[in-house]
């Protein structure tokens, strides 16, 4: 005799390489400090829904002394942006986000010295945020929109380019050894489901997902990223089915293919965890794919702790469920015989 | 055909048109009235980017043919923050949790939430997720949706300050701040257009022409009724390539159409450009293609075997890629184990169901450059690609990156960017192509469907002594991203463990099913599923807690991988150490269900019980008691 | 995608019948127009071209329903989203809010229609099983020369398989009239693949009432969708209980019964093994709604095996 409600928790871990595998990865990026203490950005490729744009003002605001808001980002061109690659591989904060740090600091580093070069200090000393700049341990100090104005007027537009390459090496086309990526990052899921033995439907009533991401630049995108992953994750453990037929589909639109809707959503616990690239100078790493590597095998593990059946074979169905618990019941019958 | 005369309010401007007389609410919105704010995700009423207000009530304007909106008040996002003005408090809120990411599906959420904030101005979250459930995020994992209409309506209802959507302060750095997303607003406000959004004076329709079989010989393509038809600009197909046709993320497999033989149910065979979507609808059916049907292969392992059919002769076994990894020595590990344990994991094909369908729209620009805008997650390769199959200098093509509505992988493949960029040179006009959901999901790729075959040696203690794991997955028609799928999941495929011995085998295979390729994590999902539920029988075997062993087999820091990388820090201790700790658990070995004491404490929900908005009178009484 | 030369709107049931038996071959009738727009798509009919589209959500005869002498009509118009928020329509068809909570979802409920969901005829609506439990007929009407001509049926009688029902080729169903089930505690019971817009794999319905005493099945109602080509009402079931005192016992007995009775083609061992809990979650969630108290984990699982 069974409740008709069950509960059980499951844990699994991962891993993930950030950037593009067993190859050479690059992207590059130009800054300028612009008029009105502004800054203009341009890279090859950017937003996907991921939030980069959002991650690549701040980066450039840091660096350029600006605020985000302040930053423009012109990209997406092959014909007016210098090359990024593409928008996957978990590779946009490390590789265009580096980039573009490059690109500012370069820029920075021509207006620096032209403003040290004014006030009559080392250009080490000059610092700059929020739309300021000044020098340390003086009270020498102005807006960024004077300084790129005066800049300007001293003959210097200041212009900086940046390139970041990740280098990973390809592998031994018999052995496998190579080192495909130079930064790795690791994860770890618990699930915690509710089984219903009448229906075989599963609940996922709550996830802790703690992920490493090397340094969350925005820790609320980051958590917007783990919580997509986490549901497609959940998507794919129980109801998401591509089906064919001899090479015919048998789901051809949302009312056969089913997603998660509002109705199906867990509580998602995220705990980041910050342990830096020592490889990159921003020491971020990424969190776009890795986020949903280890939900399908905790929610596997959770729904075999409620009611002691495994599902080998995604999605876990209603229907799968129903089965394997019934399965389940022969055999201990049989046992019991 | 008689056309409808329609007076309507729309966000309170009265709007008096003809229309023809099948359009939908949202035809007329979007095509008619050039308010793309309201999206098209599906067509059919699953998915809800397409919801406004009529008369006060919403609906979803993708099933309301126009007709039933004649005489009615119209709302759509656009008229909720009207241009200049500020945006509501849903939309503030949007903004401030991050509630947006690709944002296509933003319209239609954020209508939703406020009809359920006008509904019921005191819903709770139950009610809240109950009045949500008719629209579809891919992207966000729903959580900060439903923060932010919690927000907004303790804001709405003055529980909470106004200055709960202003956004944090800065601090010191603007690294590591919840800085707002820059792009929220244009999404919150339906005001981003996506490529189907976009027009251009004198722009044509495209509709593509599909293969009904998963392996055929073309004998012939007859297009000259299809071309006669008036308002047909051009058709195009394969013949039409000037250059040196082939596509694909490793291998040039893919012909822009199909090029004598079809491979899989749903390839493109041809193209028509003209003046309507109906009118290259009906050239599509003067099209006469005739298919010599082949011998078709649906299973990776049937494909492997001798004698099945080939689908590319340049891979005679149909085994697109092959990564093995090899370290150690796993019969020597095998026979050092006290307990192996074997079983046999399958992940399914996974369509990515981001909700911006495939659409583009390509010209040739007055220096004879051919221009393709399209939500390409790949526009550095592809004209790399492209510039060779029109057999153009690389700076004679460009391609620009539209607002990707939803990727995860599945918009980095060319698959339509050559037909727009063709039918733009034949036809010397821009080209519009929007594809309908059914079009995305028969001819796109999927994630790679895994059939894994895995081995295990143990110590009584946890050890992992060494792992024997095999691959096999469906590839399907072309190689697309395959190749790189089936490295990344090999190298991934043993987890984060330190294990002396392993054999890792990941074939892809070429079948005639809908071709998979790149998703979301590259194969390494399907690895570790099965590593990771591999992981929790042996630890029930052993007696073992599934965090002890884990602990007892992670890679510590200088650890040397599968691939023998040495690696430097290594975080998976401290990741555990943090998961084990947020969720309290208590440790055991896995098989314990109700008898665990850590059930159903903070950080669960409650089991979703249809009907919450019945129930406000308990949760009243409820609230009084405590 | 569907396409049309007419799209008509008649405002009287005369005007829509006259349309109607005018209307060339291959025209259609529209109610919510949620189930046909999306069956003119790729996958299932394709593009679809129809001479005419007879809307008839604004023909007045057909809008409202009334309550009179023990009977709800409701007017083929009335839409699912009113069993949710109309006061009377809850007290009188107490399963109905809680079929329509499971509908489709808060949009598609502002359009779709009862009426229409019947005629569609699917082997799933999820209308279909309370109505046959409430005795529910259907009222259809034609014009014979110049006069409307109305007659009514039992919906159980009315449905003929998937998509088939007695529906004459010039008739419009103009009403759907149900015994009023006040006092009676109602339920619904549904399991798909997700909890939001979501076709039944099963689904169940009830409608309880206890004598005064509360300890004495007076009346049940119980019914079926997803099973076989048409839903299913319980007769034999409601017989065994009518009368009864109320006991787990009994209605674990009860539950146990129609199993074998779901004779769908596809997923039959899995429709029948859920069958059994949900006329048992019914039954008892229909006792709590009409008064009894909410049984404990412990009383639910004694009965559950």
Redesign the interface.
């Known amino acids: 005799?069974?409740?008709?409600?069950?509960?059980?928790?499951?844990?699994?871990?991962?891993?993930?390489?950030i950037a593009r595998?067993?190859t050479i990865d690059r992207a590059g990026a130009w800054a300028e400090l612009d008029d009105g203490g502004t800054g203009k950005i341009v890279t090859?490729?950017?937003?996907?829904?991921?939030?980069i744009?959002?991650v690549l003002?701040?980066?450039a605001?840091?660096e350029l002394g600006v605020?985000?808001?302040d930053?423009t980002i012109g990209?997406?061109?092959?014909?007016r942006s210098p090359?990024?690659?593409?928008?996957?591989?978990t590779r946009q904060t490390y590789m265009i986000g580096n980039s573009v740090a490059l690109a500012c600091r370069d820029a920075r580093t021509k207006l620096d010295a032209e403003i040290a070069k004014v006030w009559g200090v080392e250009t080490e000393t000059i610092r700059a945020?929020?739309g300021e700049i000044w020098s340390e341990g003086s009270n020498l100090r102005m807006s960024m929109e004077e300084a790129v104005d005066l800049c300007k007027k001293r003959g210097i537009v200041p212009v900086g380019s940046g390139a970041f390459t990740a280098h990973g090496t390809g592998?031994d086309?018999?052995?496998?050894?190579?080192?495909?990526w130079q930064a790795?990052?690791?994860?770890?899921?618990?699930a915690?489901v509710?089984v219903d033995?009448?229906?075989?439907?599963v609940?996922v009533?709550?996830i802790?997902?703690?992920?490493?991401v090397g340094?969350?630049?925005?820790?609320?995108?980051v958590?917007?990223q783990?919580?997509?992953?986490?549901?497609?994750?959940l998507?794919?453990a129980l109801?998401?089915?591509?089906?064919?037929d001899?090479?015919?589909?048998k789901?051809?639109?949302?009312?056969?293919?089913?997603?998660?809707?509002?109705?199906?959503?867990?509580?998602?616990?995220t705990?980041i965890?910050e342990?830096r690239d020592?490889k990159s100078p921003?020491g971020a790493k990424g969190i776009?794919?890795?986020a949903?590597?280890?939900t399908?095998?905790?929610i596997?593990?959770a729904i075999?702790?409620?009611?002691?059946v495994?599902i080998?074979?995604?999605?876990a169905?209603?229907?799968k469920i129903?089965?394997a618990l019934?399965e389940r019941a022969m055999r201990t019958k049989g046992v019991a015989a | 055909m008689s056309d409808l005369e329609l007076e309507m309010h729309i966000n309170g401007r009265a709007v008096k048109r003809r229309a023809a007389p099948h359009l939908r609410l949202l035809d007329f919105l979007r095509d008619d009235l050039n308010m793309t704010g309201t999206k098209e995700g599906?067509g059919?009423g699953?998915?809800g980017t397409c919801s406004v207000f009529v008369d006060g009530k919403l609906v979803k304007s993708c099933l309301m043919p126009v007709g039933k909106a004649n005489g009615a008040r119209i709302e759509t996002i656009e008229g909720l923050a009207p241009k200049g003005g500020d945006l509501t408090e849903v939309q503030r809120a949007f903004h401030k949790?991050?509630a947006s990411?690709?944002?296509y599906c933003i319209p239609g959420m954020v209508m939703a939430a406020t009809s359920a904030l006008r509904e019921n101005p005191d819903a709770g979250i139950e009610e809240i997720?109950?009045r949500?459930?008719?629209?579809?995020c891919?992207?966000?994992?729903?959580?900060?949706?439903?923060e932010a209409v919690e927000i907004a309506r303790d804001v709405i209802a003055g529980r909470l300050s106004a200055a709960a959507l202003e956004p944090d302060p800065?601090g010191?750095?603007?690294?590591?701040?919840?800085?707002?997303?820059?792009?929220a607003p244009s999404k919150v406000s339906g005001r981003l257009r996506y490529a189907g959004d976009m027009v251009m004076p004198d722009m044509l329709h495209m509709q593509v022409l599909r293969s009904p079989?998963?392996?055929a010989r073309i004998r012939v393509i007859d297009v000259s009724a299809a071309h006669a038809l008036p308002g047909v600009a051009c058709v195009i197909t394969a013949a039409d390539v000037p250059g040196e046709d082939g596509f694909g993320v490793f291998v040039h497999d893919q012909p822009i159409m199909a090029r004598g033989i079809v491979r899989?149910?749903?390839e493109a065979v041809a193209a028509v450009a003209a003046e309507d979507v109906l009118t290259a609808k009906e050239a599509l059916r003067l099209i006469k293609v005739e298919y010599d049907e082949l011998p078709?292969v649906?299973d990776p392992e049937d494909a492997m075997k001798i004698g099945a059919p080939v689908l590319h002769d340049y891979a005679p076994t149909n085994i697109t890629k092959h990564?093995?990894?090899?370290?150690g020595d796993v019969e020597q590990g095998f026979a050092e184990a006290d307990l192996i344990v074997e079983?046999?994991?399958?992940?399914?094909?996974?369509?990515h169901?981001y909700l911006e369908p495939e659409a583009g729209l390509a010209y040739v620009d007055h220096d004879d450059?051919v221009?393709v805008i399209s939500?390409s997650?790949?526009?550095?390769?592809h004209?790399h690609m492209l510039a060779k199959i029109i057999d153009k200098p690389i700076?004679k093509?460009?391609?620009?990156?539209?607002?990707?509505?939803?990727?995860?992988?599945g918009?980095?493949d060319m698959i339509y960017q050559g037909m727009l960029a063709l039918a733009a040179m034949k036809s010397g006009r821009p080209v519009r192509l929007v594809y309908t959901?059914?079009e995305s999901?028969?001819s796109t790729a999927?994630?790679h469907p895994a059939r894994i075959t895995y081995k295990m040696g143990l110590k009584n203690d946890g050890r992992i002594t060494a792992v024997e794991f095999k691959m096999i997955s469906d590839g399907g028609a072309y190689g697309m991203s395959t190749e790189?799928v089936m490295?990344?999941a090999?190298?991934?495929a043993c987890?984060?463990y330190d294990i002396p011995n392993v054999k890792?085998d990941t074939i892809g295979v070429y079948t005639?099913?809908?071709p998979s390729g790149?998703f979301?994590?590259?194969g390494?999902?399907q690895a570790?599923?099965a590593?990771?539920?591999h992981l929790?029988?042996c630890a029930e075997k052993l007696g073992l807690d599934?965090?002890e062993i884990?602990r007892r087999n992670?890679m510590q820091d200088g650890a040397i991988t599968?691939?023998?990388?040495t690696?430097?820090?290594?975080?998976?201790g401290?990741?555990?150490d943090?998961?084990?700790t947020?969720?309290h658990?208590e440790a055991g070995a896995?098989?314990?269900?109700?008898s665990?004491s850590?059930?159903?404490g903070e950080?669960?929900?409650?089991?979703?019980t249809?009907g919450a908005r019945f129930a406000p009178a308990v949760a009243k009484v409820k609230k009084e008691v405590a | 995608m569907l396409t049309c030369d007419h799209y008509l709107m008649p405002t009287s049931l005369e005007e829509a019948l006259m349309l109607w038996r005018g209307a060339p071959s291959g025209s259609r009738l529209v109610a919510g127009a949620t189930d046909i727009l999306?069956w003119a798509?790729?996958?299932?009919a394709g593009d679809v071209h129809l001479p005419s589209l007879i809307d008839l959500s604004r023909v007045k005869e057909l809008c409202g329903y009334t309550v009179e002498a023990g009977k709800v009509r409701l007017g083929a118009n009335v839409v699912y989203q009113q069993f949710l928020e109309d006061e009377t329509l809850r007290r009188h068809l107490p399963a109905m809010p809680f079929c329509a909570i499971w509908f489709a979802d808060d949009q598609i409920r502002q359009q779709a229609t009862l009426a229409g969901n019947i005629v569609n005829a699917s082997p799933a609506g999820d209308g279909i099983p309370p109505v046959i439990a409430m005795n529910g007929e259907i009222e259809m009407a034609r014009l014979d020369g110049d006069r409307i001509v109305r007659r009514t049926m039992r919906v159980a009688e009315f449905l003929r398989g998937p998509g088939k029902t007695a529906l004459g080729p010039d008739e419009i169903v103009t009403a759907i009239i149900c015994e009023s089930m006040e006092g009676y505690g109602g339920s619904f019971q549904k399991?798909g693949?997700?909890?939001?817009?979501?076709?039944s794999?099963?689904c169940a319905a009830a409608f309880v009432k206890t004598d005064p005493s509360g300890e004495i099945f007076e009346d049940v109602r119980l019914a079926l969708g997803g099973v076989g080509p048409v839903p299913l009402r319980l007769t034999d079931i409601e017989d065994m209980l009518r009368g009864q005192r109320i006991t787990r016992q009994l209605v674990a007995d009860a539950a146990g019964l129609p199993a074998d009775r779901v004779a769908s083609r596809t997923?039959r061992?899995?429709r029948r093994?859920?069958v059994?809990?949900?006329i048992e979650?019914a039954i008892e969630d229909a006792l709590v709604a009409c008064g009894a108290p909410q049984p404990g984990?412990a009383q639910?699982?004694a009965a559950?095996?």
Not at chain 1, 83 to 89: K, M, N, Q, R, V
Not at chain 1, 312 to 315: A, E, G, I, Y
Not at chain 2, 590 to 594: H, S
């Open positions: 005799m069974m409740q008709r409600k069950m509960r059980g928790r499951g844990v699994a871990a991962s891993w993930y390489g595998t067993a090859g490729v950017t937003e996907i829904g991921e939030g744009l959002t003002a701040q980066i605001a840091e605020r985000p808001e930053i990209d997406n061109d092959t014909a090359e990024a690659a593409h928008a996957g591989a945020f929020n592998l086309p018999v052995n496998g050894t190579g080192s495909p790795y990052v690791f994860g770890c899921q618990v915690e509710e033995t009448v229906t075989g439907e609940q009533l709550g802790w997902a703690a992920h490493d340094r969350a630049i925005n820790p609320r995108g958590e917007g783990i919580e997509g992953g986490v549901v497609q994750g998507g794919q109801m998401e089915d591509y089906q064919l001899k090479g015919h589909t789901t051809h639109g949302f009312a056969k293919y089913i997603l998660p809707t509002s109705l199906d959503i867990p509580q998602i616990n705990t965890i342990d020592p921003l776009g794919e890795p949903l590597v280890p399908a095998p905790a596997m593990n075999y702790d409620a009611v002691g495994r080998k074979s995604l999605p169905t209603p229907e129903l089965a019934a | 599906c059919a699953e998915c949790t991050g990411q690709c944002g997720k109950e949500l459930g008719g629209n579809i891919r992207c966000t994992g729903y959580t900060k949706i439903f800065a010191n750095s603007f690294i590591g701040n919840n800085v707002r997303r820059l792009d079989h998963p392996h899989y149910v749903g078709a649906f990564i093995p990894i090899r370290k079983d046999y994991y399958e992940t399914q094909q996974v369509e169901a450059v221009t939500p997650q790949n526009i550095t390769h004209r700076n093509v460009r391609f620009i990156m539209s607002p990707v509505g939803g990727g995860f992988g918009k980095e959901r059914e999901i028969i999927k994630r790189g490295r990344k090999a190298i991934l987890g984060p890792i005639n099913n809908t790149a979301r994590t590259f390494a999902m570790q599923f590593t990771e539920s929790d029988i599934p965090f884990r992670m599968h691939t023998q990388q690696l430097g820090k290594v975080s998976i401290t990741v555990l943090a998961a084990e947020a969720s658990w896995p098989g314990r269900g109700e665990r850590d059930l159903g950080g669960t929900r409650a089991p979703c249809l | 999306p798509r790729e996958g299932r399991v693949q997700r909890r939001s817009l979501v076709i794999s099963v997923r061992d899995y093994a859920v059994r809990g949900f979650a984990p639910r699982e559950h095996v």
